[in-house]
């Protein structure tokens, strides 16, 4: 460090740095290995939710593995799916409705988004077990990349804030061909 | 099998008795040399003798410590040679005190002094149960004697504070434990009534002067104080005898007393920051009394040899002499500016007073003197009349004594808590009792005795409690059962400390070597293992950052801002934050990069720069939305986040994963291109909101803390303060990778297992 001129700012700043131990600018680098989910693991187009590796599959709203069979669900359930092909594609789901959620909403609204799109509007009067089978709209699906489904129940406007967050259960989820009638 | 109870008192006598002794030792060979031990009185010679030696055995700790060399042998070879060196030589017989065989009335004093001393006695004996005591003065102590010395500590903000006396502790911890380091501070508290008795004979203020040693030595913030392993009795011995010497030289200028001077004002210093002012005062009376500059540069050389280790220390582990605070002079990726200026806020604003109305301060004497709750301390409501005190202004002693207790009690305006005016009220004793005795000596004896009655009847703790419901921090009845460890240690603490059994169980359950971590402190004076506090270092800010995300929505990277412009070829990109604000700050969870329609995974030849908290600028890169940069500082303009490219990259658009905690922040994204220049983008803005992955970020925040070393988990189900996030880990440990592995009433450890 070289001191210019007699000033005693500038001398003053200088013990000041050299007291801070003249640190050098301090530069860091990405980490070499990224997480999720900007890179997220690769994941396939139905996910069972006990398989073992089915928490991969999850975004949010869905919660621990119950009877080694299904999983507590809601209000909001998001999930990705990898596809590589959009064309010829079933949206399948196997879901129930709980006596617990139609003690508090009845009818019970479903609403499911496709990337961001709403795509499915669903309303059950009685609790059960349902399954869903259609054919995915291509047209908002991604080939070659992670698709984001968003499963939310609607909640009445007006509801009681003590009353437990809405939920319902589901088995399987995913993209499946598109079966072939004969 | 439990240790006889003998065996145990035995042990915490000899601890405290030797690190007295060996204290003692050192202060008479090295005021011996000095030729001060020639001019002192008896009683001088013992109080003088304590002190200074205890400084300079302060300073060999410090030593031993710094070389890795705390065993138990090497401590008891270094203490007993002191007290070889120290006993060795001729006695000079003391000088004959001025003023002696006066003081017969003092004996008048002594049923009080022995109810007192029944009562502290048996506090400083029992286990350690105080706040700081049992949490980073003996937990730091403890670390310093298991691992031989210093290590780098970075993880707790109190391993930075300047620690003289807790050298002194551990000279004791190492054969007493706890116990003998509470014995040794109070040890400081009769020194520094005995200093006073000295004082008063020294200056013919006998009466005075023993007035003021009870006024202060019974005192309940001072009794709590003094029997725990706390400082602040320490520094008001300290601070005192500054005084003290200063005054004695001043009527001699004898040049043997320049080197105590110099030990004392510095070795304030190294007890407490607060301490500080001591050596500007000490150096400012001699320039006052227009003394040669060698004289002034003898007293701030010695007292720099207490002061710099410290500095040193600092600045070799936390790049910064006086860590924890200057962290904006002294930038660290250890503690946070931000933390530091909460830090600063909250102790001058104890339970929100005068946060925003300075007329506050009016109830500040009740406060003080009376409540207690609310600033942690009483001083007793004798201290009521401390104004009194300001009747001693009349004489040259009075104003000296009055400029004493203001000059000390300014740091107690950086922390009003009411144990760290324990350093001026030495001086406010002192002053009042001057005041009284300026009357008739009738009048002045029996107000006197009344009020010194009084004050000891109001402060003895069966009565205190009829007059205070308040929480303060005081004495309870005399414990002596758990003094003679004929109640066991663990039944004592964990009755008054219930939080003991969490550091127990951790003791139990985690492994050596194994970290915790812990949202709220607890007393770690009781186990081995690290526990890493949220709020007492970066990391623990950090690591709560983590675990707060998945739970607070506005924590989360819900927000994203996406800049489009013209593919370009850049050098660089960096963001500008221009706005300001008091409290918020900054943050980033990502920043994504893109050329078109693709995400540019970074690279790990990128450089990545941020202004200020350059340390943490990876986690805005690391693809893990449970992490993020902060600035940990209030937004400011010119705030910068800045990504260097080896080579020039076709870029298009950028974004930016924030969270919603940042509502004024605003940014201006800037290019560099291939010349190296530096432009702003002609880029459109857009901001979408997103729900955060809550889920996979609850597994993240487990990897986190697993990746920066920490495998455990304590929170408190009952929740408070921090522990905010504990019954949502408590409702499903699983979503988090933890496990379940121990449980204490409301509290919860957990072993992370991602």
Not at chain 2, 135 to 148: A, K, Q, V
């Amino acid at each position: 460090v070289r001191i210019e001129s007699h000033n005693r700012r500038q001398a003053a700043a200088v013990l000041a740095a050299l007291l801070a131990g003249c640190q050098p600018e301090v530069v860091v680098s990405p980490p070499a290995q990224q997480r999720i989910p900007y890179r997220p693991e690769p994941v396939g187009r139905f996910v069972y939710m006990n398989q073992p590796d089915a928490e991969k599959y999850f975004i949010s709203g869905i919660y621990g593995l119950e009877s080694n069979a299904w999983r507590w669900a809601g209000p909001t359930a998001v999930l990705r799916f990898h596809l590589t092909e959009t064309e010829s594609l079933a949206y399948v789901m196997k879901f129930a409705v709980p006596r617990e959620l139609t003690a508090q909403i009845v009818p019970v609204h479903l609403r499911i988004l496709i990337n961001g799109q709403r795509w499915q509007d669903l309303s059950y009067d009685q609790q059960g077990i349902y399954d869903l089978e259609k054919p995915a709209p291509a047209a908002i699906l991604k080939p070659q990349s992670d698709n984001l489904v968003t499963i939310a129940i609607e909640r009445p406007p007006v509801s009681d804030s003590r009353a437990p967050e809405p939920k319902f259960i589901l088995v399987q989820v995913g993209f499946q061909p598109l079966a072939k009638k004969s | 099998m439990r240790a006889s109870p003998l065996w145990a008192v035995a042990k915490i006598l000899f601890a405290s008795g030797f690190t007295a002794a060996s204290a003692y030792a050192a202060g008479r060979w090295f005021l011996r040399r000095t030729g001060a031990w020639r001019i002192f009185t008896a009683l001088e010679r013992r109080v003088f003798g304590f002190a200074i030696g205890a400084a300079w055995l302060s300073n060999v700790v410090f030593l031993l410590c710094a070389t890795h060399l705390v065993y138990p042998w090497i401590l008891v070879g270094t203490g007993a040679a002191l007290i070889v060196a120290g006993s060795r030589g001729e006695t000079e017989p003391a000088l004959s005190k001025p003023g002696a065989g006066r003081a017969g009335w003092l004996w008048l004093l002594a049923p009080i002094a022995a109810c007192y001393g029944y009562l502290y006695l048996a506090h400083a004996m029992a286990p350690e149960i105080s706040p700081d005591g049992a949490g980073y003065h003996l937990s730091l102590t403890g670390r310093y004697f298991r691992e031989h010395g210093f290590r780098l500590i970075t993880t707790n903000m109190y391993a930075l504070l300047s620690q003289g006396m807790e050298m002194l502790f551990l000279f004791a911890y190492a054969f007493g434990r706890h116990s003998a380091a509470k014995l040794v501070h109070f040890a400081f508290l009769l020194s520094t009534a005995a200093a006073m008795l000295s004082f008063g004979r020294r200056f013919r203020i006998e009466q005075p002067a023993a007035v003021a040693a009870a006024f202060f030595t019974l005192s309940p913030v001072v009794g709590v104080d003094g029997t725990s392993s706390y400082n602040d009795c320490a520094l008001a011995l300290f601070t005192f005898l500054v005084f003290y010497l200063l005054l004695f030289w001043e009527s001699n200028h004898a040049p043997e007393l320049l080197p105590a001077i110099g030990i004392s004002a510095g070795f304030c210093y190294a007890i407490k920051y607060t301490g500080f002012l001591a050596l500007p005062f000490a150096l400012g009376f001699l320039m006052w009394k227009r003394r040669p500059w060698k004289e002034v540069r003898k007293v701030a050389g010695f007292a720099s040899l207490f002061i710099i280790p410290w500095m040193l220390k600092n600045a070799i582990l936390a790049s910064n002499p006086f860590a924890p605070f200057f962290n904006r002079l002294f930038p660290n990726p250890y503690i946070h500016v931000s933390f530091e200026q909460t830090y600063a806020y909250f102790m001058r604003h104890y339970s929100g007073l005068a946060d925003h109305n300075w007329s506050d301060y009016l109830q500040f004497p009740r406060e003080l003197a009376v409540a207690g709750g609310k600033l942690q301390g009483l001083l007793g409501p004798l201290f009521l009349l401390a104004p009194l005190g300001l009747l001693s202004l009349r004489k040259r002693l009075g104003r000296r004594v009055c400029l004493g207790a203001a000059l000390f009690a300014l740091p107690w305006f950086s922390n009003i808590g009411t144990r760290f005016l324990i350093p001026a009220l030495v001086f406010i004793s002192l002053a009042m009792a001057l005041a009284i005795w300026e009357q008739p000596k009738p009048v002045a004896a029996a107000v006197s005795a009344i009020l010194v009655a009084a004050h000891a009847v109001a402060c003895w703790p069966p009565v205190t409690g009829r007059w205070n419901r308040h929480p303060v921090w005081r004495l309870g009845d005399a414990p002596w059962r758990a003094a003679l460890r004929l109640e066991p240690e663990n039944e004592y603490v964990s009755r008054a400390v219930p939080a003991y059994n969490a550091a127990r169980m951790i003791d139990r359950l985690v492994p050596p070597g194994g970290r915790v971590f812990s949202p709220e402190a607890i007393p770690d004076a009781y186990t081995s293992r690290e526990v890493i506090v949220s709020y007492q270092s970066a990391l623990g800010e950090i690591l709560m950052d983590d675990l707060l995300t998945p739970v607070l929505r506005d924590f989360g990277p819900v927000w994203t801002f996406r800049f489009e412009w013209n593919p370009q070829d850049l050098k660089g990109v960096r963001f500008i934050q221009t706005a300001s604000h008091e409290s918020e700050k900054w943050s980033i969870h990502e920043v994504l990069l893109f050329s078109g329609e693709d995400y540019l995974v970074p690279r790990p030849s990128w450089r990545l720069r941020a202004d200020p908290n350059p340390w943490d600028a990876a986690l805005a890169m690391d693809g893990s939305p449970t992490t993020r940069w902060r600035s940990w500082r209030p937004l400011y303009p010119g705030m910068r986040f800045q990504v260097d490219f080896p080579e020039p990259m076709r870029l298009s658009a950028v974004e930016l994963r924030c969270s919603p905690d940042q509502p004024h922040i605003a940014l201006r994204v800037e290019g560099e291109d291939a010349a190296g220049r530096w432009s702003p983008l002609p880029a459109k803005m857009k901001r979408f909101e997103r729900e955060a992955p809550i889920d996979q970020m609850k597994k993240l925040a487990g990897i986190e803390l697993r990746s920066r070393g920490v495998s455990y988990l304590l929170t408190d189900l009952a929740g408070g303060g921090m522990n905010l996030i504990a019954p949502h880990i408590g409702r499903n440990p699983q979503a988090w990778g933890f496990r379940e592995i121990g449980a204490y009433g409301s509290m919860r450890l957990y072993r992370i297992e991602n």
